[in-house]
């Protein structure tokens, strides 16, 4: 490489870095962040926290929004018998993605979710285990109500129908959270939902693999269908710096070496969900 190579490849990653820097403060004036809320993420395997929302972990568990974060992984990530392997790599993982207390995170250990790629979970089963986990019991005996339901959080985030590797347990939870707000509603039809529903945004092949170069195109998207109303924001729209970047790709490389096949290294560096997370607001009307 010679001198003027050298000093073109500078100027280009000076240039990249001032660019992001300047979306990343576009970003934060024009999309508030949810604050002092109780969030659950709902993952379907140990690695989905890694692999698709580090930004939504990096971002919502900076201790200047007073959020207070629960993670719920449906499944130990067992199909090919390393369980407990994967369990102990998900703490790691958490822990370095902001999530030090190891008693926020849940791993649901149950026949009716097994890690499978051919396996779809029932939307009732998951519904169940959402309700056993994120509602305080009503003992009243009547049979609809005015008041809203008790639960333990007000924000759920997990993927939205097509679990953007069309993974059937990805696309279960989607189905299976929708089922349990509509559930946990019917005994309070004219109450409103006190769970606000997020959903993690799945893109076409060409812009899941297009890394931060996406960024401009989803943040101009997202500001076209914005809502005017931020209480609560919709949609979220939350992207990692540079700095961020490297910790989730720790998350992986560091915590999940279980997961360390070679396509993977593409995946840290070609796929958008490592940089950009934008999150849909449910009606669940």
């Given at each position: 490489m010679n001198e003027l190579q050298l000093i073109c490849n500078i100027a280009y990653l000076w240039v990249v870095k001032i660019m992001?820097?300047?979306l990343l403060r576009i970003q934060s004036h024009s999309f508030p962040p949810l604050q002092g809320k109780r969030i659950c993420l709902l993952?379907?395997?140990?690695d989905d926290e890694a692999m698709f929302f580090a930004p939504t972990l990096l971002a919502l568990t900076d201790p200047s929004l007073d959020n207070r974060f629960v993670l719920l992984c449906m499944s130990s990530g067992d199909a090919d018998g390393i369980g407990e392997t994967r369990k102990i790599e998900l703490m790691k993982s958490t822990d370095l993605l902001g999530l030090q207390n190891e008693d926020?995170?849940?791993?649901?250990e149950d026949p009716d979710f097994p890690d499978?790629?051919?396996a779809t979970w029932d939307p009732s089963r998951i519904s169940q285990a959402l309700t056993r986990a994120l509602v305080i019991p009503d003992n009243t005996t009547d049979t609809k109500t005015s008041h809203p339901p008790e639960t333990t959080v007000d924000v759920l985030i997990t993927f939205d129908r097509h679990g953007v590797s069309s993974h059937p347990n990805h696309c279960s939870l989607y189905h299976g959270a929708r089922r349990f707000l509509d559930t946990l509603m019917k005994k309070h039809p004219s109450a409103e939902c006190p769970?606000?529903?997020y959903t993690l945004t799945s893109t076409t092949w060409i812009r899941k693999y297009s890394s931060?170069?996406?960024l401009p195109l989803t943040m101009i998207q997202t500001l076209w269908f914005r809502k005017r109303s931020d209480n609560p924001p919709a949609p979220l729209f939350l992207v990692n710096s540079l700095e961020q970047y490297s910790t989730a790709r720790s998350a992986m490389t560091d915590a999940h070496?279980?997961?360390m096949r070679w396509f993977r290294w593409g995946w840290i560096l070609l796929s958008r969900y490592m940089f950009i997370n934008d999150l849909k607001l449910e009606n669940m009307r």
């Open positions: 992001w820097q300047l993952i379907a395997h140990p926020l995170v849940y791993i649901v499978s790629m051919t769970i606000a529903l931060f170069l996406d070496q279980s997961q």
